[in-house]
């Protein structure tokens, strides 16, 4: 008896009304899942990673829909499709998943090829990373910073070849020069092929019998060169600077890669950072509280004066329009400090403070007898020490 095939929404989990964008992203999902490459030797796997991608070979064809949703599963028998005698190798897949569409049509006999290495074309040449550790102003502010960095260059023995000087590099008899190799295998859906670097050359297409002394056969020699960073004012702890094609240098005529230098910024005592804005916290005194007047800040730029208004309450947060971390987009457009105004309570006071004191409170509401006139004169505790509630 047949086996009984599912209905292809079904096996993408879509419904009848789906579109092509749904349909893409539901085989995308099942491709990924059931790929036999991520599943070795599971033979359940690869059916289901063959079934979906049956379902939206035709799903995914206007024609072929139209077919099926009037006829079924029937519309692809005797030859014109389905498990027997469906054709994938029309099938484009590179749109779904970009540079694996030519291995998903190796699977169903299609013989187009999937690269999984590099040619010997030309290619960049490493980047080189590293860090430099800033103060808060210099960050703020940009600074200059000079480091120091082992660098590749070209062999001057053998003009980077690699080769012993008096020889010359051989082309690689494995891959004929272009670095890369062919491999086939058969698999479950057809012979599939892929493009390896060649094991020889390593994607050189060149094989050095005699290695130069001075580099051994790597074509570069390492120095220690000096470099100048600007660090723009503005930048923030973990950007990094690039200096464009500083770094090693490539192959087969490629361009020099970067250096990256992050920047490590320190703790500022008293300043905090949030993006281009700037937080701290501004102590007053009780007296400056209740009755207002000057306070010095402290910002990035230097003290400034900033008048306290009458009866600020502890805790009051206060903008300095423009005080804040230059852009690093634009030097001229500053973010704003943020003080928070908290107001002081003095630990010790003279017997005559303490009597003004007592006299003022008297005069703005008696507080400190306000708690024993509410209790209707219940004991006193120590200080510092609470009732229990329960």
Not at 370 to 375: D, I, N, P, R, V
Request: hydrophobic share 30%.
């Amino acid at each position: 008896m047949a086996e009984t095939k599912r209905d292809y929404y079904e096996v993408l989990g879509v419904d009848k009304s789906a579109d092509e964008a749904t349909l893409k992203k539901a085989y995308r999902v099942l491709a990924k899942k059931y790929h036999p490459d991520a599943n070795p030797g599971d033979k359940e796997a690869e059916a289901k990673f063959k079934e979906a991608s049956e379902a939206y070979a035709v799903l995914s064809d206007p024609d072929k829909r139209a077919k099926y949703d009037q006829f079924g599963h029937a519309a692809f028998e005797n030859g014109g499709g389905g498990a027997g005698g469906f054709d994938f190798t029309n099938m484009d897949f590179s749109d779904i998943f970009g540079d694996f569409g030519d291995i998903f049509g190796s699977f169903f006999g299609g013989g187009r090829r999937y690269s999984s290495g590099p040619s010997n074309g030309p290619m960049k040449g490493a980047n080189i990373r590293t860090s430099v550790r800033l103060t808060f102003m210099e960050a703020v502010f940009g600074c200059k910073k000079e480091i120091e960095l082992n660098v590749k260059e070209e062999c001057k023995s053998c003009k980077g070849s690699g080769a012993k000087p008096g020889t010359s590099p051989e082309t690689c008899s494995t891959c004929g020069g272009k670095g890369q190799v062919v491999r086939s295998r058969n698999s479950a859906f057809g012979l599939m092929r892929s493009v390896e670097v060649c094991p020889d050359c390593r994607g050189t297409g060149k094989i050095i019998r005699e290695k130069c002394p001075d580099c051994r056969g790597t074509g570069y020699i390492s120095i220690k060169k000096r470099y100048s960073v600007d660090f723009p004012a503005g930048i923030d702890n973990g950007q990094a600077v690039s200096l464009a094609e500083l770094g090693d240098p490539g192959t087969n005529g490629g361009p020099r890669g970067d250096v990256r230098v992050e920047a490590i910024v320190d703790r500022h005592p008293i300043f905090q950072r949030d993006g281009f804005d700037i937080y701290s916290l501004v102590p007053i005194s009780y007296a400056v509280a209740a009755l207002g007047g000057p306070v010095l800040v402290d910002t990035v730029d230097g003290k400034v004066i900033y008048d306290v208004k009458a009866g600020t309450q502890t805790d009051m947060r206060v903008r300095l329009k423009g005080k804040g971390v230059p852009s690093w987009r634009n030097k001229n457009q500053r973010g704003d400090h943020y003080i928070t105004l908290v107001v002081e309570t003095p630990e010790k006071l003279s017997n005559e403070a303490k009597e003004l004191l007592r006299k003022f409170d008297q005069l703005t509401g008696d507080s400190l007898h306000a708690a024993e006139k509410a209790s209707g004169g219940e004991t006193k505790e120590k200080p510092g020490k609470k009732k229990k509630l329960f």
